[in-house]
């Protein structure tokens, strides 16, 4: 079976940073790119970043550009974010994503991240003011 599992999560102030990351297997995680997304209380899943499957392309809501990094290596089967000037509004549960992808060249956008294939269960970011 398919499992990502989040980790990394915690309570931070505001300016702080956190890295999450995602341990993949179950499935050919080279063949895949690798997305994180987030839920915040009250509020819909949204998009974060993403990576393609080489990890040689990236892309960023905007929300989150500057601050955010996302990473992947295919030799260990993980992605990460790190995450840098934290503000109150990113506290949300963060989870990685998996999705198929024909090229290994292409990250993907908020649209093409609306199919997903594989999602993990969560983890919880909290930033304090």
């Known amino acids: 079976q398919v499992q990502l599992v989040e980790s990394g999560g915690g309570l931070v102030q505001a300016g702080g940073s956190l890295r999450l990351s995602c341990a993949a297997s179950?499935?050919?995680?080279?063949?895949?790119?690798m997305g994180w997304f987030r839920q915040a209380p009250g509020k819909e899943r949204e998009f974060v970043a993403a990576?393609?499957?080489?990890?040689?392309?990236?892309y960023y809501a905007d929300s989150v550009k500057g601050r955010n990094a996302i990473s992947r290596d295919n030799a260990k089967n993980t992605v990460s974010l790190q995450m840098n000037s934290l503000k109150p509004e990113d506290t949300a549960v963060y989870y990685c994503a998996a999705k198929f992808m024909i090229s290994p060249l292409e990250a993907g956008t908020e649209d093409t991240w609306d199919e997903v294939n594989y999602w993990g269960q969560g983890t919880q970011v909290t930033v304090s003011s």
């Open positions: 179950g499935l050919f995680f080279r063949a895949y790119a």
């Open positions: 990576i393609s499957r080489s990890g040689g392309n990236t």
